[in-house]
């Protein structure tokens, strides 16, 4: 099979319930709004994160389009894969920058070196799996380190919407809204929509904001002149990379993360369709490590594998790669649209606020799942201690200096888990 002739099957195959697999595809309309529906799951996440860290959102969507054809180029149209902003860089990429939480980041150069030596590191691991295989990740990274270490993704976070998103008592209870909704819509709702929990929780609170502010008299109310005033079409803001030795030794460690993420949506779409993708892992790790370098060199965020779209994926049955490649044509072209950036930047801060508790807890509890599908025993002292020590790194932000240069919360948990599970992991004879 080549890169682009799948075999094409109708849509009678899914109405009886039938898989189509990563080699084949539904007809090029189907198609085409399956793409757009793997761009509306990854879209939340892929805005959410530059947000946080002061990027362009525009800019992202982008470079996650860009970063998933050369994803799909790499590994020969063979694994499906959306690449989106990955929320492993918040933490590292805040501390690297000292950004404030509002606005453009000021200091977005030194990430974005940071993010292209973290791009370089996950290239070589990529190179090396290529050659050796993953046996030896998988033992320095088994299930109770790399489930350690996605939760504390999600804890570090804990503070930024809670501290930095809430300027009045009516701002934290429009939070307290906002992730009710998001609950709401995700338990009540069935099909599309309860798939859209985090877009259609985020509208649903916005316009109750709305009726607060601007009908109430309540907060800060809602205004929609940079919406208006917004060019359809426009360039998204490009910014070029600043290598600084602290700010790069900051951030490449998060190659780590992307790797267990990597490996874990592979393991998972290979048992999903019962097709063995282990061959194309190496390739997969080089695909993300290039296309996150291609994003920080524009100014984009890295990019990792999406789960969300994984999700989709398990949900509708279809993996054909296909649809991965319309999806990233979409997002190409949406990234021109300074329109739809202002719509972004529209959302109340409060609403954002709420919508981010709710994906960073869900990112901490993806950590927990990964202990409970892979049975981790956590009556053995081993995995009660990393996983113990990892949480509490990470969520309290410890940090360890070097000189001029200090690893912050994630970085340690990171490497502390890694470390500690070589240390502790002595089987008595």
């Known amino acids: 099979m080549g890169m682009f002739d799948w075999q094409e099957k109708s849509a ?14 539904l007809p090029w309309p189907q198609t085409a709004v399956m793409g757009v529906q793997h761009v ?28 998933t054809l050369i994803f799909f180029l790499i590994t020969g149209g063979k694994v499906p894969s959306y690449l989106g902003s990955s929320f492993a860089f918040i933490g590292v990429v805040i501390a690297a920058t000292a950004y404030a939480g509002k606005g453009p980041n000021a200091n977005i150069g030194v990430a974005l070196g940071g993010i292209i030596a973290c791009g370089l590191v996950y290239t070589v691991i990529g190179a090396i799996v290529q050659m050796v295989g993953t046996g030896w990740i998988e033992r320095f990274m088994p299930p109770v380190v790399t489930g350690s270490v996605v ?49 259609v929780g985020l509208i649903v609170a916005s316009l109750i904001y709305a009726l607060l502010t601007n009908g109430m008299g309540l907060g800060k109310p809602l205004d929609l002149t940079a919406l208006a005033n917004a060019p359809w079409f426009g360039m998204p803001g490009f910014a070029a990379p600043v290598f600084s030795g602290p700010a790069m030794l900051l951030i490449a460690p998060v190659a780590i993360i992307l790797v267990a993420e990597n490996l874990g949506h592979i393991k998972a779409v290979t048992a999903m369709t019962g097709q063995n993708l282990d061959q194309y892992m190496g390739r997969a790790f080089i695909g993300d490590g290039i296309a ?21 994926m398990a949900a509708t049955k279809i993996y054909s790669t296909a649809v991965f490649l319309t999806a990233a044509l979409i997002a190409v072209l949406l990234g021109f649209s300074p329109k739809f950036g202002a719509v972004i930047q529209t959302i109340p801060l409060p609403v954002m606020g709420g919508v981010s508790i709710v994906v960073f807890g869900l990112i901490a509890v993806a950590g927990a799942k990964i202990w409970v599908d892979n049975k981790v025993d956590f009556s053995q002292n081993k995995n009660l201690i990393v996983a ?17 240069f200090a690893l912050g919360g994630i970085g340690t948990a990171t490497f502390g888990a890694i470390v500690l599970y070589a240390l502790l992991n002595r089987d008595k004879a």
Not at 12 to 25: K, S
């Open 388 to 404: 113990a020590i990892t949480l509490i790194l990470g969520t309290g932000d410890f940090t360890l200096k070097f000189g001029d």
């Open 151 to 199: 939760a504390v993704i999600g804890l570090n976070l804990a503070g930024i919407p809670i501290k930095n998103m809430a300027a009045s008592n009516f701002d934290s209870w429009m939070q307290a809204v906002t992730f009710v909704c998001v609950g709401l819509v995700a338990v009540l709702t069935r099909g599309m929509v309860q798939r859209l929990l985090i877009l």
């Open 12 to 25: 009678d195959v899914l109405a009886q319930g039938g898989v189509i697999g990563p080699h084949e595809r």
């Open 40 to 67: 509306i799951a990854m879209f939340g996440a892929t805005v959410l994160a530059p947000i946080l860290m002061g990027f362009d959102p525009n800019l992202a969507i982008l470079m996650s389009g860009i970063g």
């Open 292 to 312: 996150t370098m291609v994003s920080g060199g524009a100014g984009g965020t890295g990019v990792t594998t999406y789960a969300e779209n994984i999700g989709v």
